[in-house]
């Protein structure tokens, strides 16, 4: 029997969902993060949870605020490091709950946290105005580093708590800009910059029942001409040094990232490794400290996309060699094995993401490396860290069939063990199947179909086809945003496809789609699409297209290329492509590919005339990387221009489900209901004839009117 979580969208969104993985030093401890329904159901809450590495004891909870807690990272002691806006004890009363009198710039944003390796409370390590974003620690001395916001006219902690402050008791939130980009994602950029600070270290006082003094942060890249990518710092083991991403700025408003080297004792640093045509990626440091895993990428052009390989940077001359070119796969690495002969590695590979080792050869002058699938399961692993033995690993997995969950895996046989988790596998209400067709130019396409067990020849599902985003992605994960089980409960089946562009199928097939969406892409979907709408068990008359971001655009383009289809949804989509070029929040990455000839020739508002099939338009105005302007523009040029009638009140079938405050995703467990409520309420409409109920909060008649 199905899980009744896909029959009930309150359970779904309270329903735990694991991210992260960080193992101790020892190798005996495993600690993911939960995120779970605050009390007000209006928001998420993560949490700290521990996992037997043996798989013996059931998972358990080991931080219990109200606030949350994220960032794990243990030290080469065994503390575990974290970030939480958790009140300290001298800043909460008895309760544990915040008091209303304090500062807001000292409490509610995240701090740095220590739980003892001995046990006992965590304690307050440092808080400070704007919080802490990251942490990272080195695995052979007890150095930590973090990084956080510093106000550029800071020269210290002190002086950007007093810059920090006069921006609070000002009320002020203008920002004056100086250089690109100005947003990302969801958030304002500025006027604080990331920056990489050195946690002196801790000094306890009085009695071990004491808690430590708060602690300074030591800023490390003063005086940088450069944008610290946050995302990508990484610590020597022993602690000396860190390799970073950072963003060099250059003419008309376009940048490079290369890897910026800093001394973690005196704070000098230096550009270690760039060049003008790659983007360079750090990874992990080996554990002699002598190389590192770096990501060196052409940067694309119209004519040409990127291919990120991995090399080896010697970190004594700065040599790189190259070691996964004839892998033909985006190949990311983890984790290196404990004697330095190798490091594990993750890569989308035909709609699945394995385990990749990947073994260096020194033995001739320049390194040679040999890259071996680990793991064969239907699974994409995120996560893939080598225990201190060297003999298993732990990863975080997941599929279209399964959300995340911890996993031990023997390095010998890539046999992957379920640990015991926070959570069980829910059971689905429907099977998976993996199918392919050939397309037009005789390359395989393939995807995954979801369907409802019920459906049969004498009982044909419709079809939905739901178009990845990216583009450069696979669906072969689980998603909680796009999650197909919630559709096949509903009878549906669910179309999910991997057209030209997709990663997993190597740098041929991504380039098969370069520059040109409604070409390959499209042609590709339709191709699957017809060999699915084949199967006996699927209702071809009752059809419907679906997508968000670039799978939006690809609806958008859908909806003007074709009317085979009953509705169309399209999610936070591109729409005019010379509008979303220079507004969104990466105009130069779109840029340096979306060339003129392109954006002419695809893009979907070129087609609004033909427009026949009913579309349920959906954005949220915080949405910065595919702006409001793109919703507000394909609505307004679907009322005005689309070849769908209207009817004597001067409305057409078409609708527009706007969030207000929701960015690109739809985060809020109340907005994600409604999301797929209305979603199936105009489901139902086009593609069974039936008038489900819409959500009451919406304020509407309970249906939609024809």
Not at 321 to 328: A, C, K, M, Q, R
Not at 441 to 446: H, I, L, S, T, W
């Amino acid at each position: 029997m199905a899980d009744s979580t896909f029959s009930d969208l309150d359970a779904y969104v309270a329903f735990p969902r694991l991210s992260g993985l960080t193992v101790n030093p020892a190798g005996t401890r495993l600690v993911t993060t939960v995120q779970t329904l605050n009390a007000q159901k209006n928001g998420y809450l993560t949490s700290l949870w521990e996992i037997d590495p043996d798989g013996h004891q059931p998972a358990r909870r080991i931080t219990h605020s109200a606030q949350g807690e994220s960032n794990p990272a243990f030290n080469s002691s065994g503390d575990l490091y974290f970030t939480s806006s958790r009140p300290s004890a001298e800043h909460a009363d008895q309760s544990g709950q915040q008091p209303t009198d304090q500062k807001s710039d000292q409490t509610n944003d995240s701090a740095l946290w220590r739980l003892p390796a001995t046990g006992g409370e965590a304690h307050l390590v440092n808080r400070r105005p704007g919080g802490v974003e990251s942490v990272v620690t080195a695995q052979q001395t007890d150095m930590v580093a973090v990084t956080a916001p510093l106000l550029p006219g800071a020269t210290d902690e002190d002086s950007h708590r007093e810059l920090y402050q006069a921006r609070q008791e000002g009320f002020v939130q203008a920002i004056l800009h100086d250089a690109y980009p100005v947003r990302y994602w969801d958030q304002d950029l500025g006027p604080a910059r990331p920056s990489l600070f050195r946690l002196d270290a801790v000094e306890a006082v009085g009695t071990e029942q004491t808690q430590p003094t708060q602690t300074k942060f030591i800023n490390l890249l003063e005086g940088i001409d450069a944008r610290l990518v946050t995302e990508e710092v990484h610590l020597s083991p022993d602690g000396s040094f860190a390799l970073c991403g950072v963003r060099l700025v250059e003419a008309r408003a376009d940048a490079r990232t290369a890897i910026g080297r800093v001394d973690l004792s005196t704070g000098a640093w230096e550009i270690f490794v760039q060049d003008p045509d790659h983007n360079y990626t750090p990874s992990i440091i080996s554990p002699d400290g002598h190389h590192a895993v770096v990501s060196v990428a052409n940067r694309p052009t119209p004519q040409r996309a990127m291919r990120p390989v991995l090399h080896l940077l010697d970190l004594a001359t700065g040599e790189l060699s190259p070691l996964t070119e004839d892998t033909d796969l985006w190949l990311t690495a983890t984790s290196w094995l404990p004697d330095g002969s190798g490091f594990l590695a993750l890569a989308d590979h035909n709609g699945r993401g394995p385990i990749f080792r990947v073994d260096l050869d020194h033995s001739t002058p320049t390194v040679t490396a040999q890259t071996t699938q680990l793991t064969h399961d239907d699974a994409t692993y995120t996560e893939a860290l080598v225990a201190p033995s060297g003999n298993v690993a732990y990863g975080l997995r997941s599929s279209v069939s399964f959300p995340a969950e911890v996993v031990r895996i023997d390095l010998a046989t890539g046999e992957a063990t379920r640990l015991l988790n926070p959570t069980e596998r829910l059971v689905l209400p429907g099977r998976l199947e993996d199918v392919d067709t050939t397309a037009e130019d005789g390359v395989r396409v393939r995807g995954w179909l979801a369907l409802p067990d019920r459906a049969s020849v004498d009982a044909p599902a419709p079809l939905l086809l739901w178009i990845h985003g990216g583009p450069l992605a696979s669906w072969n994960d689980w998603s909680w945003r796009w999650n197909p089980w919630l559709a096949v409960e509903q009878g549906y089946a669910v179309l999910l496809p991997d057209p030209a562009l997709s990663t997993g199928y190597g740098q041929d097939f991504i380039q098969r789609g370069w520059n040109s969406w409604g070409h390959k892409p499209y042609t590709d979907l339709m191709a699957l699409t017809d060999a699915v709408e084949d199967r006996p068990d699927i209702n071809h008359h009752r059809t419907a297209a679906m997508g968000g971001s670039f799978g939006g655009y690809m609806a958008n383009w859908v909806a003007g290329h074709t009317d085979r289809f009953n509705a169309i949804v399209t999610h936070a989509s591109l729409w005019a492509l010379d509008q979303f070029g220079p507004t969104t929040d990466m105009s130069p990455f779109w840029r340096r590919q979306l060339d003129a000839e392109m954006e002419a020739q695809h893009s979907p508002h070129h087609h609004v005339a033909n427009i026949v099939t009913p579309m349920l338009v959906i954005h949220g105005d915080q949405d910065y990387r595919v702006p409001i302007g793109e919703g507000l523009r394909l609505w307004y040029e679907l009322l005005e221009k689309s070849g769908l009638p209207m009817d004597a009140e001067g409305k057409t079938a078409h609708r527009f489900l706007y969030f207000p405050d929701e960015n690109h995703w739809i985060l809020k467990p109340q907005h994600v209901k409604i999301w797929y409520q209305v979603i199936f309420t105009f489901l139902a409409q086009h593609l069974l004839g039936e008038g489900t109920p819409l959500p009451k909060e919406l304020g509407l008649t309970p249906h939609l009117e024809s």
